[in-house]
């Protein structure tokens, strides 16, 4: 029998997570003196396995992480062509862009992807990465959902599942990431609203338990500290993320004693809200109050009054992505490669210099 890996300090489930490709019933057998067959019939809870023999052998399988492989013919050759792709919002064009960026790429290694709206659901993620890891997928793309913890991100990449994240990042842990810079893009919107003279700006929108929630209000704040403006609680509406609670946010926003000149919108989506709810107010976007969005989606500057964003780059994080994942289909390490992307302020109409200024 070959000599096993008996590295210090690491468990016999630690030392079995180590394969890049993931465990195997044969694995499993070899380090327990079991066939494979028994190893099968025990993880499906088989009455053919004696009780402790079952429980030592699901014990092991817990420990090292191993998930049930329902596909015998990816198991032979290894490859699926199929990748997983993550998200918790399909609906908005900006991830749209992105999948078309990631289909171009993956479609010209012969690579299908399978796409999941999580909609930041935990257990509707771990659902998906399960049946990934079950068939045997090529590899992940995903954009976290909220309260995906650095173990949760850690499983998947013990798994050997060729792995990437996009968009949010997950702390506490270190993974190939791409995303564009959400502070700096929140902060350059801060920047220009106070540069053409508005002193009340509200913030709208953004998810606060994700990267891009707390960056990009983060990077708004610091604008307005900059300019010696005290951000105003009043003025931040956090959560917001469908039209009606968007509606609720802007109508909220305007009964207030001294009401916001300026919004930002935590993304196109959120600002093409704000638009329309001003509107039935009674207030034209552009003219009497600044509405500023974030993505810059394809639409945006066609918008009326043609809309202010921070370009976020969709196509770039899109091909990106593929190549980190490419690399470790191939056979690369899953380096924590950390890409950072310049995000670009485009000022369009509908942020005008407030008239007193």
Known sequence: MADRDETPGLSTGARLRGGRRGLTLRMLGAEL???????????????????????????????????VNRS???????????????????????????????????????????????????????????????????????????????DAVARIVGSGLPFVMICREVADIAVPMVRGDDFTGGRALGRHLVAEGHRRIAFVGGRRATSAGRERHAGYVAALAEAGIEADPALDVPEAMT??????????????????????????LVASGLMSALRHAGLEPGRDVAVAGY???????????????????????????????????????????????????????????????
């Open 243 to 268: 039209q009606a609670a968007v509606r609720e946010a802007a109508m909220a926003l305007l009964a207030l004693d001294a009401p916001p000149t300026a919004v930002i919108g935590f993304n196109d």
């Open 72 to 150: 015998a013919a990816s198991l032979r050759t290894a490859r699926t062509n199929m990748v997983g792709v993550m998200v918790h919002d399909v609906i908005n064009p900006y991830f749209a862009e992105i999948f078309r960026a990631l289909e171009a790429a993956l479609n010209e290694r012969k690579l299908a992807i399978m796409i999941c709206n999580h909609a930041d659901d935990i257990r509707r993620q771990r659902t998906f990465v399960d049946t990934l890891m079950q068939h045997r997928a090529d590899g992940l793309i995903m954009c976290p959902a909220i309260g995906t913890d650095a």
């Open 295 to 357: 993505d810059d989606t394809d639409g945006a500057a066609w918008s009326a009054p043609a809309l202010t964003s921070v370009f976020n780059a969709a196509e770039q994080i899109g091909s990106l992505a593929a190549n980190l994942l490419s690399a470790q289909i191939d056979g690369g390490p899953a380096t924590p490669t950390r890409i950072l992307i310049e995000p670009e302020l485009r000022i369009r109409a509908s942020t005008r210099p407030l008239p007193s200024a």
């Open 33 to 67: 003196g079991l066939s494979t067959a028994t190893i099968s019939l025990a993880l499906r809870d088989s009455p053919l396995v004696a009780d402790a023999t079952r429980l030592r052998v699901q014990a092991l399988a817990a420990e090292a992480g191993y998930v």
